[in-house]
């Protein structure tokens, strides 16, 4: 599988493609191949050096994307293969207008790998459905879910 990685701060010229195994996941992991992504200004401010958030060096950018579940494992009970679904971007933020500790929240896409690859490994708990049936397309029901 390919899978884009960037640092902070290394500009857009700083994105290089890598080959990597499609990932197995672990106990409570779902692997989601992903079928749209959207670039926000959020990834521009890592790649820029102006994003204020703790970024994992080497990381895979990009926060918003949906797909469907290809493989789950071990004692995953919230998502099952050829569930379509999205990731949240701050899987630990769950309500309240700002949580504790925001400024070292876990962030898909900063202190965590992205959506800009063909599969993600992602936690069973930072996933959300997506209504079936949709006949809008994965892509389109992504972009309204994020604006």
Not at 93 to 98: L, S, T, V
Not at 120 to 144: N, Q, S, Y
Request: aromatic share 6%; proline share 10%; net charge negative.
């Amino acid at each position: 599988m390919k899978s884009y990685h960037a640092n902070k701060g290394g500009g857009i010229a700083s994105l290089i493609v890598k080959e990597h195994d499609i990932p197995t996941p672990g106990p409570h992991e779902v692997v989601v191949r992903v079928r749209a992504s959207a670039l926000n200004y959020r990834d521009l401010a890592i790649v820029w050096g102006t994003y204020p958030l703790p970024i994992k060096p080497d990381g895979i950018p990009l926060a918003d994307g949906a797909g469907e579940v290809i493989a789950i494992g071990t004692d995953v009970t919230r998502a099952k293969p050829g569930d379509r679904v999205a990731a949240t971007p701050l899987p630990q933020w769950i309500d309240e207008p700002f949580f504790p500790g925001w400024d070292s929240a876990a962030q898909i896409g900063g202190s965590l790998d992205g959506l800009l690859t063909e599969y993600a490994l992602l936690h069973e708990e930072w996933l959300v459905h997506i209504p079936v049936p949709d006949t809008r397309g994965i892509g389109k029901v992504r972009k309204r879910a994020c604006g």
